[in-house]
């Protein structure tokens, strides 16, 4: 391609409203523009970067047995009603109702549609494994959308939905889909790691997501750097930190703790660790009896150490409130407690309470926690001498640095990431809701044992960015760069020589299939270098008159700190060489 | 692929509510499956025929220097609001607000959202011309979606606008999207005619439409087939079947025509030629004054032969009637000819009206027409002696089969076609209204010339099939073929040699990048055969114990009558020249 025949639209600052680098970046290389909130135009540049990830993901989908097809961005109700998720799905499902008052929505992911493909087609065992995918946009209307495409509204996203016979052969399916995952992000030259993530309330143990890994990532991910233990902090399991619980040694104590309504806080005030202190949290959960009438309000208080924070999708796995909960009100805490938030604890309530202890609390003694009464707390608080055992004990907490591994293998880290696929066994829920079965061996019908697949097709752009940056621009990874090098003649206009030169370079690079341009605007070097550079094309050759009366040539890697000269005879060599990765 | 591990669902009968034979036969041959009224899912079969369609577009878009980018789908009102299309456009576009209450809709055309990006990205003369397109999902909310995928509601189309510093310039881009579309259809392999259209309120003569011939087409398509006049019959032009006015030779006459209210009755009563009857069309404009406020009524009489028809674009340029018009109502027409509709004419109106005679009405003498008065015509009637000249003469209707060639070179013939592209001039419309301007080389701000271009991707397919089918099913062109040949062994389940030469073959031919498919699923001929022919594919070698007992295999092209037998030895050369078309 030559630039002068091309589309390159770079501007010198960012809209003030970008928040994030990659979002600044890709305004500023002319590779998105905004059109309304969370949703884009591609310019032809950043189109081509979608285009490599696109096919990439194709390529190993089709490797891996998937088969692409394309289902409808806009989907009629009745089909998303037959699960329940018509209902169920909040306002970011985007529904409207088309001429004829009929209610439709814009795709926000398809099981609901792949489902009924398979149940009117996949009519025998014969017909299985099958494994559908589609690169499609799909459009989900984020209250706050943020962070350019990281979390837009409109965006592409490949998903993929398998169709098995059983458990063991979808698990044959998701291991299929894992490693097509991994050669995709290692294709893709991206940084990533592959976590454990929750399963809600299909359960098992199979759902990982792959995150990028970046500083800016939203997600908190888990690592053993000893082993191959990762997981999502959502769900990385804490161990107690303490092996047993130790002799009280001290008397419990009612003590002043005045305007000290935080663990942080009381610690200071009372000069001791925060580790000495228990945080106490008050959910609640409406009860309903046999035929689903509400019963009454049970209140919950869950303890997690003072420099622990509550895990949210663990305390929903707490027998109890499986079902759902929500944080108690202040009119319900001050039933059950006889006090305001930031003083209470788990001795001496007004009203009965079901406490569940963070195992590590559970093992604590001599501890600090609030006294149900203002401005007070009590100190040597004991298990079993100044209040009863926890009803429960559980995992409650989110692991923090330094924690040891759940699979006794050394101590945890923790990283930022950014999710740009999740695979996910399904199991039989949409296949039961949808009762779409195939005639099994046995000639009995069964239903689809099923698992879905999704990688966020713009997003990885966003988090390809946010990992690969410096202060001049973008760093891509040579397979996902618009273009792999840009040739930049020095004197395009002026200079025979220097034409020459570089139109013999670029055109060998054409012809052997390399993905090249040409930089013939005439632009000065800084102009040039600046575009390029912010575009973050990988591999660079300049080619001056200066240089060329000493035979020579500039080459430069994205991130190389200087330029390498390189005789006009080698340079192709020297090129092609630098394109192999040597 | 192997057909064993690839998609395969054909159905013996399509769905009741199918209309048509493309959208019969896409049905039946698994390209397709409804997911509501003109929505549908392509399953991984159809999909392979769209992406062939996509890569020749994009390959000759390309070529012709455009650029591919992506717009949204999900486009916000505020842009369709400056060009007063928020407006203008009717129920089809699919209008909703999202969860903040903002005005939406789907995009089903992007010339708003294009023309925002020019404006904001083309600031100079010397970025001109651009053209971007988009190959990109489009929602039309049609009252009756029909014929499958000829007139569906989510369709892919491309679309592409080009932006020019003045009208050569934007005249060069029309040539160039025109000649690309020619080499796109070429390639396609597709029988089709490029026709003139009209081009509305924008004017001038730059707007054709790519028609693909089909006895089936909704349009009718003018041609000379001695000359390359061809035009859509809503722009044809009409010369007049008369050269002069031939003297009159008849008396005036006041006719009894009892019930015959239309001009074939009357022809058939009188037992005269349906040429010698004069039609009588009533139209009605409301009048404005200067201040635009209503200023009543003006009441209009066309009048064509009796065995012509009226062309309704045509009347829309008759000077008076070019703001728009409408049919009269009852009381309209009563109050002027004092008579109801079916005894109209010319002659002995009530209140005066707007006479507007087509060009071969103006030259007829002796003609017959309503008298105003109910069971009665005029016969003998002539121009200037019974009744004034006709305020008005002008090209009123459409031409009809054997009407002179507007060219001079011939006779028209028509065709049936299926609109499939368009290539329009749209001059600085857009620009304009959303003062979208560039700096010129003078230093001074220009509105953008623009031009926009569709091609209806999805719908290529129904028109292809319409075009191209028999009673056996799909008969693809090579280039469109979702698998170009098909390897069918018969008894692949328990003849080695059968499966060796299969495969052989097979494998020969992926080793030459042929799109080829092998029918490993061990069924039987007759199944194999008539899945196959169903789905198109337009080429079919058939390997089976019983000839290679002889040392033969049999191939059969698509179109053939009957299979050819070929020897083993020379299976794979023969092959090969079928697919370079020998």
Redesign the interface.
């Known amino acids: 391609m030559r630039a002068s025949?091309?589309?390159i639209?770079t501007l010198k600052e960012a809209p003030a409203d970008a928040e994030v680098v990659s979002q600044k970046l890709m305004l500023r290389a002319?590779f998105i523009?905004k059109?309304?909130a969370g949703?884009?135009?591609?310019?032809?540049i950043?189109?081509r970067v979608?285009r490599k990830v696109e096919e990439i993901v194709r390529e190993e989908m089709n490797r891996a047995?998937a088969?692409?097809?394309?289902?409808?961005?806009?989907?009629?109700s009745e089909?998303w009603a037959e699960t329940g998720r018509w209902e169920k799905m909040g306002?970011e499902m985007?529904?409207?109702?088309?001429?004829h008052e009929?209610d439709?929505a814009?795709q926000p992911t398809s099981e609901e549609?792949v489902t009924?493909?398979a149940r009117?087609?996949l009519k025998s065992y014969r017909?299985l494994p099958?494994n559908?995918y589609q690169i499609q946009?799909k459009?989900r209307?984020e209250?706050r959308p943020r962070f350019g495409v990281m979390r837009g509204?409109?965006f592409t996203m490949k998903d993929a939905y398998s169709f098995d016979r059983n458990m063991d052969a979808a698990g044959r399916s998701y291991d299929a889909m894992y490693a097509a995952y991994c050669r995709i992000f290692d294709r893709l030259g991206l940084t990533y790691r592959a976590v454990a993530a929750d399963t809600g309330a299909i359960g098992g143990d199979r759902s990982h997501e792959f995150q990028v890994i970046a500083d800016t990532g939203e997600d908190a991910i888990v690592y053993c750097p000893d082993s191959d233990y990762a997981a999502n902090i959502e769900l990385a399991e804490a161990l107690s930190l303490l092996a047993s619980r130790a002799a009280p040694t001290h008397g419990l104590e009612k003590t002043p703790t005045p305007g000290a309504a935080t663990c942080a806080d009381v610690a200071k005030l009372l000069g001791l660790p925060l580790a000495t202190t228990v945080k106490s949290l008050v959910l609640a959960t409406d009860d309903v009896d046999d035929k689903g009438q509400p019963a009454g309000v049970t209140v919950w208080l869950l303890l997690v150490r003072g420099d622990h924070a509550l895990n949210e999708v663990k305390a929903s796995k707490v027998e109890g409130l499986k079902a759902g909960f929500r944080f108690a009100t202040e009119a319900e805490i001050h039933e059950h407690f006889g006090c305001k938030p930031g003083y209470l604890g788990p001795i001496g309530m007004k009203k009965p309470v079901k406490v569940v202890a963070d195992r590590t609390v559970a093992n604590m003694s001599d501890f600090i926690c609030g006294a149900n009464d203002e401005d007070y707390h009590y100190t040597g608080a004991n298990w079993g001498r100044d209040l009863p055992e926890p009803d429960l004990v559980a995992d409650l907490r989110n692991v923090v640095e330094g924690d040891p591994s759940p699979d006794g293998k050394g101590r945890l880290a923790i990283q930022r990431g950014i999710e740009v696929g999740h695979v996910f066994y399904l199991g039989t829920k949409y296949s039961k809701a949808m009762n779409a079965t195939f005639l099994d061996e046995d000639g009995k019908p069964k239903h689809f044992e099923m698992g879905c697949y999704g990688i966020g097709v713009t997003r990885i752009l966003g988090a390809a960015i946010e990992q690969n940056n410096d202060a001049r621009g973008i760093i891509w990874p040579d397979a996902l760069a618009p273009f792999r090098i840009v040739v930049c003649p020095v004197g395009w206009g002026k200079s025979e020589a220097v034409r020459s030169e570089a139109l013999k370079l670029y055109e060998g690079l054409l012809a052997a299939g390399v993905d090249a341009i040409l930089d013939d605007r005439d632009e000065r070097p800084g102009v040039m270098f600046a575009d390029w550079e912010l575009i973050g094309v990988p591999h660079r050759v300049v080619i001056g008159e200066r240089g060329l009366k000493e035979g020579m040539a500039e080459y430069q890697g994205r991130r190389d700190a200087e330029a390498t000269k390189v005789a006009i005879g080698d340079l192709a060599g020297f090129v092609a060489a630098k394109l192999r990765g040597q």
């Open positions: 025949q091309y589309f639209s002319g523009r059109v309304a949703i884009y135009s591609y310019l032809p950043g189109l979608i047995g088969l692409e097809l394309t289902m409808p961005m806009v989907q009629p089909l306002e985007l529904r409207f109702k088309d001429r009929r439709f814009l549609v009924d493909i009117q087609e017909q099958k559908f946009t459009f209307d209250r509204r409109e």
